[in-house]
């Protein structure tokens, strides 16, 4: 028996092997990737807004809880109220700016809020007053919404009750006037 052992071969010096992608795959994965983009951004557009909804939703109903500790804690009557100015209470929407105060000492400020979003309350109210107890005189509700340009049926409903309570509600209305 005769042991035939094969000697590997060099590699031929004018044969060089391919790497890297052809243009068929490299175009297969360019059309993956913008159909994977085109599902992506509208969800993460409606998360955006979801969340800048609920931070002026949140700052509303803070600015509302923190007019009811300061009555109570001073013993004397505390609003939150529509100002443009940041120093006293104004007519106009609530879009423009809020404060917080109590006789002529402002205790908090919201700036106005950008382009597109709105605030509208249902009964034009402008001011809740908080009495020395913790209640309110007014019952309020305040929606906030975009209002342009239009991205998905969401809102941020802020409910203010006579007893002081304050909550905030995620509905789907889509009726930003």
Known sequence: MSSFIEQPRAPLPWVQRASGFTLVEMMVTVAVMAILVAIAVPSFTDTLLGSKL????????????????????????VSLCVSSTGTSCDTGSWEQGWIVISGTS??????????????????????VDFRPAGVGTTAATLTVCRHAPSVGPQ???????????????????????
């Open 155 to 177: 809102e941020r409903v802020i409910t203010i009750s006579t007893t002081g309570r304050t909550s905030v509600s995620k509905t789907t209305n889509a009726s930003c006037p």
């Open 106 to 127: 402002v205790l908090h400020r919201e700036e106005a809020l950008p382009t597109g979003l709105r605030i509208t309350e249902a009964s034009a109210i402008e001011r």
């Open 54 to 77: 609920a931070a002026y939703a949140n700052s509303l109903s803070g600015g509302a809880m923190l007019a009811r500790s300061e009555a109570i804690k001073r013993n004397a009557t």
